[in-house]
């Protein structure tokens, strides 16, 4: 089946300008992450989705920085007045966010877009 | 101490040969463990989940300590198309958020 896409691929942009970061979930998956991935450094963290819950938004590194998901599915991220240390790869996961019922562990699985390459000159 | 540790690498193999990764995490109420590869400018794509005392799939052997925190994957009879890098990556305890080491750089060379 389809997984996660994005999209774009890449993107260029002159420090200052507002970019719009588009992730589609795989279809039925409740749960939808944002992460970025820096040169060198590991995935962090940016923002979750749960459904029609409110995001949890602790990740997300500044107020240039929001998300949002419509009708469940697909979300977009954007980044006001880029910077350029918003250069990174940004990545988007689903997942069926499955707890196990006796343990109450949170046991899903994320699913990897191929993500988006923005570059802020 | 970060949150999640890993070899810097990179490791450089030839092939058949077998090579472990090792991984410590700072927070003892973790609860989910996995092993994810990432190809080169690709997405992070899970390799194995590790449970309880650790788990067994074809040439990758993954174990958890959790007295040290700690956390390993063993490749045997290591293949070029082994060559990637391997992110270790924990979940706490009723938590969504996974927390990724900054991964380790393998090359199997022939």
């Known amino acids: 089946g389809a997984g996660v896409s994005q999209s774009p691929s890449n993107k260029v942009t002159e420090k200052g300008k507002d970019v719009e970061l588009r992730c589609d979930p795989i279809?039925?998956?409740?749960?939808l992450y944002w992460y970025r991935q820096s040169l060198g450094q590991g995935l962090e963290f940016l923002i979750y989705?749960?459904?029609?819950?409110?995001?949890?938004k602790s990740g997300l590194p500044s107020d240039r920085f929001s998300a949002e998901r419509t009708g469940g599915s697909v979300s977009t991220l954007t980044i006001q007045r880029t910077q350029q240390e918003d250069s990174a790869v940004y990545l988007c996961?689903?997942?069926?966010?499955?707890?196990?019922?006796?343990?109450?562990?949170?046991?899903?699985?994320?699913?990897f877009g191929p993500g988006t390459r923005l570059t802020v000159l | 101490r970060k949150e999640v540790e890993q070899d810097p690498g990179p490791f450089n193999v030839p092939e058949g040969a077998t090579v472990a990764f090792n991984c410590t995490y700072s927070?003892?109420?973790?609860?989910?463990f996995f092993w994810y590869r990432q190809d080169c400018r690709k997405e992070p794509k899970l390799l194995m989940s590790?449970?309880?005392s650790g788990n067994e799939d074809g040439r990758f052997t993954a174990q958890l300590n959790r007295a040290s925190q700690y956390i390993s994957l063993l490749i045997r009879d290591s293949k070029l198309s082994d060559s990637a890098t391997y992110l270790c990556?924990?979940?706490?305890?009723?938590?969504?958020?996974?927390?990724f080491g900054k991964g380790t750089k393998l090359s199997v060379i022939p």
């Open positions: 996961a689903s997942s069926l966010s499955v707890i196990r019922r006796i343990s109450g562990i949170n046991t899903d699985t994320q699913y």
């Open positions: 279809s039925g998956h409740t749960a």
């Open positions: 989705f749960q459904g029609n819950s409110a995001p949890d």
């Open positions: 927070n003892s109420a973790s609860q989910s």
């Open positions: 590790v449970y309880s």
């Open positions: 990556v924990v979940r706490g305890a009723g938590s969504y958020q996974l927390t």
